[in-house]
């Protein structure tokens, strides 16, 4: 399954109405050359193989990936848990997505339900059409036509949607955007292991802390997920989540929870979505890791990498420009542009030096900075 696009009309946090993403490729694809860079879902139908979202702090990256991962746990579930939505009572979605040979497009609105201990939107409306792909659909998807105008029975008044009889595959993976969940590990490392065995994880985890021997997943009698850890030359213990966080440094645990996610949807497919790529990790290891996904010996399932990051330099990893958005904060309202349609770039020129030279309208506001440094001077 891959998310194709999707727009917000109204309610969802500080987005504008209207806000809108699209992953779909909006410049001409060369088919006479290799093209490492993007999936071919059908003859025509391009899907990049990294996507990115950059803008100033307090911009709205979080807020965009926050907004993925609610849609591609909408689709997985049926359900939009409360959380997702701050103090929002109502919002309307829209989305398209492609799965096993067709595309999806869906619409519904929401609303927080009057029961009080009620941990789910309400559904108020919706709808959920089908048809096969043709090449002669614009890029954007706008010409589409659908073979079946229901293909869902609605459940109004539910606080779970019709969309979940369809069981759609997804097997996308979320590092860390909300909290460092136990539970999230703990999938990982029971996939990974039925995958690629324990020994394997312990390689990889190796390769960030050559002092830690094992890390492996365990079930208390209570059902709560714990862990075996042990250093070398040390016993083994059964910890929780709160012990490796305090023993790991933070580079240590994102990074053995990137990879192994990342390892895993090279076996499997989906998407990995990250915020601020570059937290705790150096340039190379990021780099290295877009080169893994970019080669398609390794990643033979399409995996595919959605990441914010306020690294200007990772804008260049990639040789496409319409698979980068700029988000933009102004008041209390969240904008977004993207690099290929919205600005006048030198494409034979580094991205990162035009970001540094603020074509983006994207570095910290100066005049904000100066009346600071006067107030410190005071």
């Known amino acids: 399954m891959k998310l194709l696009k999707f727009k917000i009309p109204y309610g969802y946090k500080m987005l504008e109405k209207g806000f809108e993403v699209s992953f779909l490729t909006k410049t001409r694809v060369n088919k006479n050359i290799e093209n490492n860079d993007l999936i071919e879902l059908e003859p025509g139908l391009y899907y990049p193989l990294q996507t990115t979202f950059i803008g100033k702090n307090s911009s709205g990256k979080t807020s965009v990936l926050l907004l993925i991962h609610l849609i591609i746990t909408f689709i997985r579930s049926g359900r939009i848990p409360v959380h997702f939505m701050a103090e929002q009572e109502n919002f309307a979605l829209e989305f398209t997505f492609y799965d096993n040979g067709y595309i999806y497009f869906y619409e519904g609105s929401f609303s927080r339900s009057k029961l009080t201990n009620s941990d789910f939107m309400v559904v108020e409306s919706e709808t959920l059409r089908?048809?096969?792909?043709?090449?002669?659909?614009?890029?954007?998807?706008?010409?589409?036509?659908?073979?079946?105008?229901?293909?869902?029975?609605?459940?109004?008044?539910?606080?779970?949607?019709?969309?979940?009889?369809?069981?759609?595959?997804?097997?996308?993976?979320?590092?860390?955007?909300?909290?460092?969940?136990?539970?999230?590990?703990?999938?990982?490392?029971?996939?990974?292991?039925?995958?690629?065995?324990?020994?394997?994880?312990?390689?990889?985890?190796?390769?960030?802390?050559?002092?830690?021997?094992?890390?492996?997943?365990?079930?208390?009698?209570?059902?709560?997920?714990?862990?075996?850890?042990?250093?070398?030359?040390?016993?083994?213990?059964?910890?929780?989540?709160?012990?490796?966080?305090?023993?790991?440094?933070?580079?240590?645990?994102?990074?053995?929870?990137?990879?192994?996610?990342?390892?895993?949807?090279?076996?499997?497919?989906?998407?990995?979505?990250?915020?601020?790529?570059?937290?705790?990790?150096?340039?190379?290891?990021?780099?290295?890791?877009?080169?893994?996904?970019?080669?398609?010996?390794?990643?033979?399932?399409?995996?595919?990498?959605?990441?914010?990051?306020h690294y200007s330099e990772l804008l260049d990893s990639s040789n496409r420009c319409d698979n980068i958005n700029v988000l933009h904060r102004d008041g209390d309202v969240i904008t977004i542009r993207n690099m290929c349609t919205s600005y006048e770039i030198r494409t034979d020129l580094s991205k990162s030096n035009q970001f540094e030279q603020n074509a983006f309208d994207n570095l910290t506001n100066y005049d904000r900075l100066m009346d600071l440094r006067r107030l410190l001077l005071k």
């Open 130 to 309: 089908k048809t096969t792909f043709k090449e002669t659909y614009k890029k954007d998807l706008s010409n589409i036509s659908f073979l079946k105008e229901n293909i869902i029975t609605p459940n109004i008044g539910s606080d779970t949607s019709g969309i979940i009889k369809y069981k759609f595959n997804d097997t996308s993976f979320l590092v860390d955007i909300i909290s460092q969940d136990p539970s999230n590990l703990a999938v990982i490392i029971d996939v990974f292991k039925d995958i690629y065995g324990q020994d394997s994880f312990n390689a990889l985890i190796r390769l960030f802390d050559d002092s830690i021997e094992m890390i492996d997943s365990v079930r208390l009698s209570d059902g709560s997920a714990a862990f075996k850890f042990k250093r070398v030359n040390q016993p083994e213990m059964t910890v929780n989540m709160s012990y490796l966080v305090e023993r790991l440094s933070s580079g240590t645990y994102r990074g053995i929870y990137l990879f192994a996610a990342s390892l895993l949807a090279f076996r499997l497919g989906g998407d990995i979505l990250i915020d601020e790529i570059e937290k705790s990790f150096n340039k190379n290891l990021i780099e290295n890791l877009i080169i893994l996904f970019n080669d398609k010996r390794i990643n033979k399932k399409g995996a595919s990498l959605i990441y914010s990051t």
